[in-house]
């Protein structure tokens, strides 16, 4: 799959679950909707993880909000 933002990705999940829901697509368009939908549900859910990852690590520093980079990880000696 092409690199996508979050937005661009749930924007054409939403257009695919659409399609899907309208019923006007043949059965083999059908699967390959769905199959792209799964991919792309797969990449938001990734999204996600890292980004609420990162909001965790900014209220963990210290009890005060500080920017730390997202591969420091919660086990860095602090």
Partial sequence: ???KSFETALTRLEQI???LEGGDIT???SLKRFNEGVQLASYCDEQLKHA???VEMLMEKDGT????PFNEGKNDGD
């Fill in 17 to 19: 679950t659409e399609e």
């Fill in 27 to 29: 059965l083999e368009t």
């Fill in 65 to 68: 909000l500080k920017t730390v």
């Fill in 52 to 54: 609420r990852a990162k």
């Fill in 1 to 3: 799959m092409p690199k």
